[in-house]
């Protein structure tokens, strides 16, 4: 059928207009209590200390709750990690783009892909950086409680559906990363890899509550 793509668009928008009538006759719902400041500081062999951006990052990220947080092992490698959440009330994704800010910060990316965490059945993303001769290995997602989503449209469909059968669309978005010289990238990508595949497991336990 000729007109089958644009039914299909016009049954999606219907479809949304909908669910957002009925998120507001019922009211959206406000967070209560982001929680995710109680992950612990101490994963795995990893103790954190705590960080933060400059006020006028947090401005543009513009976020419910922010984490940024560098955990080191006892041998003193560092695993970087930034959580932003968003409640349903401000859409529940960042128009953060990974991409276009390291890009935008001057980091060239050699390399970007995806990749299957250990014990995991979900992808997550996958970046390689540089610049002036320092690697940064970067591994990002979306997160929604259990669920771990890599792909911004998968992200706004399960957004949809937690607004219209739960009255809720929050979400946060997860980064890990690891800066190192080239002939460790190996060791480095390992690294993120292993630090991910414990904090996938902890978020849930300490997601934020919305009434």
């Not at 959206?28 to 101490?42: D, F, S």
């Not at 409680?145 to 957004?159: A, F, V, Y």
Request: overall charge positive; glycine content about 8%.
């Amino acid at each position: 059928m000729a007109n089958k793509p644009f039914i299909i668009a016009i049954l999606i928008l219907a479809s949304t207009i909908a669910a957002t009538m009925a998120a507001t006759a019922r009211g959206i719902p406000r967070v209560v209590k982001t929680n995710l400041e109680n992950l612990p500081m101490h994963i795995g062999d990893y103790q954190a200390t705590e960080d933060h951006f400059a006020q006028e990052i947090y401005k543009v990220l513009n976020a419910d709750k922010n984490i940024y947080r560098h955990y080191r092992s006892p041998d003193g490698r560092q695993v970087d990690l930034y959580i932003g959440y968003y409640g349903t009330s401000k859409g529940g994704r960042s128009a953060h783009n990974p991409y276009a800010c390291f890009s935008g910060a001057g980091w060239a990316i050699t390399n970007s892909g995806k990749m299957q965490l250990s014990f995991q059945e979900s992808e997550i993303n996958y970046m390689l950086t540089n610049k002036s001769g320092m690697y940064q290995v970067v591994l990002h997602w979306y997160q929604r409680g259990d669920r771990i989503i890599s792909q911004g449209w998968r992200m706004n469909l399960e957004r949809f559906k937690g607004l219209l059968l739960h009255n809720r669309n929050d979400g946060a978005f997860v980064r890990v990363s690891v800066n190192a010289d080239q002939q460790k990238l190996g060791e480095a990508t390992r690294m993120a890899k292993s630090f991910a595949t414990l904090l996938v497991t902890l978020i849930p336990e300490f997601w934020p509550e919305e009434r």
